[in-house]
């Protein structure tokens, strides 16, 4: 299979601070997600992105797929950012199956 | 759009009963939807790949007589854990892609809120 690495495992931030979470692959993939589990579980999207790079408000992610690896970059972090921030990858020619990196747990402190 | 349902979103029963799980893509229609298991303090584990209209794909090392799934329709998939025991105490959540924005590489998944099963 495809390995799936992520880091920092665990980030304690004071708000207000910016952070970078990495996710290191192991092959050619179709797809790339970026998503954050909520205490209650729920996968929230954060980003579909297979290349490139895109900013959602406070949150923007870059993909650089030739050098296998893509970056989570949250700004002036907020209580409620608080979880488990997940990347999921599939491999190219078999997009069914969806690899889970093992997370990066962050707690941001008021 | 493209939100995913599960019910229910807590279950606990008994060792040896069965219990059924549903997962519904609300706004979108999905060919194929994908079923997790997520341990506590752990990443999500593929199980099985559930395709409408015919038998799911499991992983290795699942087992597809104690995980029943079925696909109905382009909205409904099931699991059922048969004769559940506590070890499958556990986090279940599943996931679809919207037949319509499909790429050729796949596309975009949306994930259910997940269901918890506890077994006494």
């Known amino acids: 299979g495809i390995q799936v690495e992520q880091s920092p495992p665990d980030l304690i931030l004071q708000e207000g601070a910016n952070s970078t979470l990495r996710c290191n692959f192991s092959?050619?993939?179709?797809?790339l997600q970026w998503f954050h589990q909520n205490p209650w579980g729920q996968l929230i999207n954060l980003f579909y992105i297979p290349s490139g790079t895109k900013q959602n408000g406070r949150l923007s992610a870059t993909t650089v797929a030739t050098e296998r690896y893509s970056l989570l970059y949250i700004s002036s972090s907020q209580t409620t950012d608080s979880g488990v921030y997940f990347c999921?990858?599939?491999?190219?020619?078999?997009?069914?199956?969806?690899?889970f990196g093992s997370g990066t747990k962050l707690n941001v402190k008021p | 759009g493209a939100v995913v349902s599960q019910h229910p979103s807590r279950v606990i029963c008994k060792s040896g009963t069965s219990v059924k799980i549903e997962c519904r893509s609300l706004?979108?229609?999905?060919?194929?939807m994908f079923w997790y298991r997520q341990f506590p303090k752990q990443s999500l584990m593929l199980m099985a790949t559930?395709?409408?209209?015919?038998?799911?794909?499991?992983e290795q090392g699942v087992e597809k007589d104690k995980f029943l799934i079925n696909h109905a329709s382009l909205t409904l998939s099931t699991l059922t854990v048969t004769s559940a025991h506590p070890e499958d105490s556990s986090f279940y959540i599943c996931s679809a892609r919207d037949l319509f924005r499909l790429t050729s590489e796949g596309g975009e998944q949306f994930f259910g809120p997940g269901t918890r099963l506890t077994v006494l």
């Open positions: 559930s395709n409408e209209g015919s038998k799911a794909t499991y």
């Open positions: 999921a990858v599939d491999r190219k020619y078999n997009f069914n199956k969806f690899y």
């Open positions: 092959d050619s993939v179709n797809n």
């Open positions: 706004d979108f229609q999905a060919t194929t």
